[in-house]
């Protein structure tokens, strides 16, 4: 017998949609409970809860559509930051935590969604917690059940199951307050506790009910707080007030009120501020070339937009017209088509009917819409005998890959704008490792004659600290004056001076108590001395060395603390997932001023580096190991991930052959960053970015050199990946 199925049964299952609503601690939740829900792949939330004793301040990012990760600060305001009151002041006790959950299964038409987490297991387990939980949707309810550990478990209505397997799991330490390192205490404990209950979407738009049981009775706090605790059964109202807003107002342990506010993004969504720069140039079999045009000669490429945000003028200045030149050579036409879309011209190559072009795309983020760009400036004004240009993409002086585009195709998918034709066009598109024959093409463009040129910009700028003891916000507000000199292709010298508009870090006081030399520990005396500044001030060379072989030497101001000399050598097969480099410097301490002093401390720091593009979803993953600048010996682990808007979130972890105890607080070196593309908020197309990075403690071992440039990140944009991926906007 041969068993049917019908359409409607075969169809996928499409579950009732269930908003990702935050809980008190800031992951998708209920209210002090989780839930095995997420929200859409590469969504941020920031936010405030409030229950007494505690005020959270949180920041939750899915990483993937399988990985939530919390990052978050606690208050507690009845204890004070330390036992010495002198010490502590009137500020309360602070608490960082950082939380994991991870999708096992997607929910099915009739198997529940779960999910395992882990609640504050590397900070310094304030509410150290592990669980495993499942949803199943009814319509517009939604219900939850768990198995909590630790902190959710206090109630523990029945015994830990993994203490049939071993009695290893009998005992859960007691908070120590000593935090940032992976404890042995995950899934411990001689109870667990059970949990559970119900989301309602009411009918009300945006308005959603939650009640919960909630498995802690407050009695087991930290820091000695037993707080009372009238009622197990926890209720809320979550509304959203904008699409980016959530406010929730929750009723708990029988006689508190909590308010929790919540703001969103997504990082895959593409949505950016009005651009007005020229736009396209139209293009066509009879494209001839343009009127007779005196362009300024652009700028060197390998320094704009990528440290100014101040974007020069793409509007060519027209001459008289008695006194206009004709442009008469194809490559003189093609350099004034180029400059008004913010390529640079560096050399060309005509024969037949296909044209060798090596440019820099100044402009464009998304880099199929700057060789769409470029592509069309230069078939605007070829003979139509030229039916194939190919593209030598040239990045920080570096030749990195070439990219041949058929006309015909072009103008096929740019009349579509979208589908079929574009996606033929991808196909039509060849993607092949850099000539060599820049310096020796036929046609060398003006930039040659531009060199050496300077460029600057002025922009403000802030420094802060959270979380110490002199106070959780400390501050230095800035103006910078950036500032650069290109002398000849991939060569310059770059610099930055910063000058003090307001602090408050008269304020630290705290210094370090570090055994290892105090590379990165004295930031108090480097904050405090060096508000009026000279952040950095270096030279730096790239060039080519073979196919697939690329190098980058540099010295000078290299960064805050540190001056020196030092190099890197990168192979990075074309087209290749994989990457090879290695690198060394030779510094010197600066002074606390960040002037020109240079203290005794002297030392080489190097690593030897691997990298490898993981397939889907952009993430990155490298591993260094070598040298760090306190002269300790190990690898660093790093994992980011680019989403659609072009912004990349990452996360590090480094461990050396220094002990946990000797390190100090924290146990070993790690942290997150941040990179945000200056595109999304200008109304002018630019390809530099704004970095932050967070480090829950700042700390000796394990600390690395700031390198400017670096070949990795030189060498990325330009892969034939990141064409595929970007293609949809060839022809914005």
């Known amino acids: 017998m041969i068993a049917t199925v019908s359409p ?41 809860n409030e229950v007494a004793p505690y005020d959270r301040y949180f920041v939750t990012l899915q990483a993937t559509s399988w990985l939530e990760a919390t990052l978050r600060y606690t208050s507690v305001r009845n204890r004070l930051y330390s036992d010495v009151p002198a010490f502590s002041g009137n500020q309360s006790y602070k608490d960082r935590g950082f939380d994991l959950k991870l999708k096992l299964l997607g929910e099915g038409r009739i198997r529940p969604a779960i999910a395992l987490g882990l609640r504050d297991f590397v900070g310094t387990g304030l509410f150290s917690s592990e669980y495993l939980v499942a949803n199943k949707s009814f319509g517009p309810f939604d219900a939850s059940f768990g198995i909590g550990w630790g902190n959710l478990a206090t109630r523990g209505p029945i015994r830990n199951p993994f203490t049939y397997i071993s009695s290893s799991f009998d005992n859960r330490p007691t908070f120590s307050g000593s935090g940032g390192e ?45 707080l009372r605790d009238r009622a197990p059964v926890n209720a809320a109202l979550d509304y959203q007030v904008f699409s980016w807003l ?35 140039p139209p293009i066509g079999v009879d494209a001839q070339p343009t009127p007779p045009t005196v362009l300024s000669a652009p700028p060197p490429a390998q320094k704009l937009a990528a440290e100014s945000p101040v974007m020069p003028s793409a509007t060519p200045t027209r001459a008289p017209a008695p006194v206009a030149p004709v442009l008469t050579s194809d490559g003189a036409r093609v350099q004034a088509a180029l400059s008004t879309q913010g390529a640079t011209l560096f050399a060309a190559n005509f024969s037949g009917n296909s044209a060798e072009l090596f440019v820099t795309q100044n402009r464009f983020l998304n880099v199929a819409t700057g060789l769409g760009r470029v592509a069309r400036a230069a078939y605007s004004v070829l003979p139509a005998k030229f039916t194939s240009l190919t593209i030598v993409f040239v990045e920080n002086g570096l030749r990195i890959m070439a990219v041949t585009v058929p006309r015909e195709g072009l103008i096929e998918a740019v009349d579509a704008r979208r589908g079929e034709p574009v996606d033929a066009l991808l196909k039509q598109t060849e993607f092949a490792p850099p000539p060599a024959g820049l310096d020796n093409a036929e046609y060398q463009g003006d930039v040659r004659k531009a060199y050496p040129h300077f460029y600057y910009a002025l922009r403000p700028g802030l420094k802060t600290t959270f979380g110490r003891p002199e106070a959780f916000v400390l501050y230095d507000a800035f103006a910078a004056f950036n500032g650069g000199l290109s002398i000849s292709r991939g060569l310059g010298i770059d610099g930055q001076f910063t000058l003090n508009l307001a602090d408050n870090f008269d304020r630290l006081r705290l210094q370090s108590d570090s055994s290892l030399p105090h590379v990165r520990t004295d930031i108090a005396q480097y904050l405090s001395k060096g508000k009026t500044a000279i952040t950095h001030l270096q030279a730096d060379y790239n060039f080519n060395i073979a196919p697939n072989l690329y190098g980058h030497a540099y010295g000078g101001l290299l960064e805050e603390m540190f001056a020196g000399v030092g190099g890197e050598v990168l192979w990075r097969p074309y087209n290749s997932s994989f990457a090879l480099g290695i690198e060394g410097a030779y510094v010197a301490q600066r002074g606390y001023d960040q002037l020109f002093d240079l203290r005794q401390y002297r030392t080489f720091t190097g690593f030897v580096s691997a990298y490898y593009t993981l397939p889907g979803n952009h993430v990155d993953a490298s591993v260094k190991v070598g040298r760090y600048l306190a002269r300790d010996f190990g690898a660093t682990f790093e994992l980011s991930r680019r989403f659609e808007s072009g912004v990349r979130v990452g996360a590090f972890a480094t461990f050396t052959n220094i002990s946990a105890a000797r390190f100090g607080e924290g146990s070993f070196d790690k942290g997150f960053y941040l990179s945000i593309p200056l595109d999304l908020l200008y109304t002018r197309h630019v390809r530099s970015s704004i970095g932050v990075e967070y480090r829950p403690l700042i700390r000796d071992g394990g600390a690395q050199l700031i390198v400017r440039q670096p070949l990795i990140g030189t060498t990325d944009a330009m892969r034939e990946g990141n064409f595929d991926r970007d293609w949809d906007g060839l022809t914005n």
Do not use: C, M, W
């Open 8 to 48: 409607a049964t075969a169809a996928t299952f499409d579950p009732y949609p269930v908003p990702a609503l935050t809980d008190d601690f800031g992951g998708v939740g209920l209210i002090q409970t989780p839930t095995a829900r997420f929200s859409p792949d590469g969504q941020l939330s920031a936010g405030y």
């Open 182 to 226: 992976f404890s042995n205490t995950y899934f411990k404990g001689r109870r667990a506790g059970l949990f559970g209950g119900i989301q309602y979407a009411t009918p009300i738009r945006g308005l959603t009910l939650k009640v919960e049981y909630d498995p802690n009775n407050y009695q087991s706090e930290a820091l000695g707080n037993r």
């Open 246 to 280: 959530h406010a929730a107002a929750s009723f708990e342990r029988g006689d508190k009120v909590g308010l929790t506010f919540t703001a969103t993004t997504n990082f895959n969504r593409q949505t950016e501020a009005p651009k007005y720069d020229p736009p396209a």
